[in-house]
């Protein structure tokens, strides 16, 4: 005999022989008890996340979920939720519903945190499963920074015969926090055309991390004999 119980508890029932025999029909009482299955224990590593990221710049943080068992974890959904959701989002590689994740199995999730505003940004990813305690949660406290920048030279001046060519070097540092996005390096103002620029400095999306420098070239050759801006 097989019992396979389809709920918890007391489940009874009888095995009944009918023949040509005495006493028929013969019978032996089945009783047996269903045990409900246990859940699963969910374990996230960490279980809360906090980063300083640049105002228009993407900090990317992990986590690993793991199902400790016993049985298979059966999540229904991964999602980002919270105050400031939308400066979140999340890619993951865990098997969602129908799919299921083995005991003693672990899985990935990637947030990534782009900060609209300065300030404190808080959420939380959110895994809702059949696992104990569902749904679990991961805590995402990301600061948005406004990173400060140094230059070594603010003025460059001198007199050169025209027809020369003179190039100086500035130093451009991120002294933090965050990375520092340069939309663009450019010269300006009403002798421009006097002037020209060579720099090694990251451009948008690339960003100068906190404490990098880069180098910005600036070469004067006069057009004519005047007092040109600088």
Not at 84 to 113: G, H, K, R
């Amino acid at each position: 005999m097989t019992f396979t119980p389809t709920a918890a508890g007391s489940r009874t029932a009888s095995l009944t022989i009918t023949d040509n025999g005495s006493g028929s029909p013969q019978s032996v009482s089945l009783s047996g008890t269903g045990t409900a299955a246990a859940s699963p224990v969910v374990n996230l590593s960490p279980s809360s996340l906090s980063v300083n990221v640049s105002v228009g710049t993407a900090g990317m943080l992990k986590a690993t979920l793991t199902n400790q068992g016993p049985g298979a974890l059966t999540i229904s959904s991964i999602a980002i939720t919270g105050p400031q959701a939308a400066d979140y989002s999340q890619t993951n590689n865990c098997p969602v519903t129908p799919a299921t994740l083995p005991a003693s199995a672990s899985c990935a999730i990637t947030i990534t945190f782009t900060p609209s505003s300065t300030g404190l940004r808080s959420a939380a990813v959110t895994i809702t499963d059949n696992g104990s305690a569902s749904p679990q949660s991961i805590t995402l406290s990301g600061t948005g920074v406004t990173p400060v920048v140094t230059l070594s030279r603010t003025s460059l001046s001198g007199s050169f015969a025209v027809g020369t060519t003179i190039s100086a070097a500035v130093t451009l540092t991120n002294t933090g926090p965050g990375g520092l996005s340069i939309s663009s390096i450019a010269i300006t103002g009403a002798a421009a055309g006097d002037y020209s620029q060579t720099n090694n400095c990251p451009v948008s999306p690339a960003t100068l991390a906190a404490s990098a420098s880069c180098t910005i070239t600036v070469t004067f050759a006069p057009l004519w004999d005047s007092v040109r801006p600088r």
